[in-house]
């Protein structure tokens, strides 16, 4: 049987960034978990959980100030941990917007 620990090691994540993605998607813990591990296999991954990071932190620097400190900790741990500087709006399986459309 998988622990909770297991899922987190073998998706490459961990508790406090699942949460934060668990927050940001409106998911519960074990969906978010998977939903993060997915996201990384994606070579544009790592910056998504970043981002959802980011943006948590963002929503609580306008509302919850007491979250900040915490939460830019996390960030900071969050792109030591998950570095890949890919920018997913030049990927070349990305489609075009449609002022790129010809």
């Known amino acids: ?3 909770v ?4 090691c073998l998706a490459d994540l961990e508790a406090d ?10 998911l519960p813990f074990m969906a978010a ?6 996201l990384l ?3 544009w991954g790592d910056a998504a959980v970043r981002q959802m990071v980011w943006d948590n932190l963002c ?3 306008r509302h919850r100030p007491a979250d900040v400190t915490s939460l830019m900790l996390l960030y900071h ?6 570095p890949n500087p890919f920018d997913r709006r030049h990927s070349p399986s990305r489609s075009a917007g449609p002022q790129q459309r010809h």
């Not at 620990?5 to 987190?8: F, G, M, P, Y």
């Not at 960034?17 to 409106?26: G, K």
């Not at 978990?33 to 997915?38: I, M, Q, T, V």
């Not at 741990?77 to 998950?82: I, M």
């Open 1 to 3: 049987m998988l622990t």
């Open 5 to 8: 620990e297991d899922c987190l």
């Open 17 to 26: 960034e699942v949460a934060q993605i668990a927050a940001h998607e409106h």
């Open 33 to 38: 978990l998977e939903k993060g591990a997915a």
């Open 41 to 43: 296999l994606e070579p």
């Open 59 to 61: 929503a609580a620097n």
């Open 77 to 82: 741990a969050t792109c030591t941990h998950h």
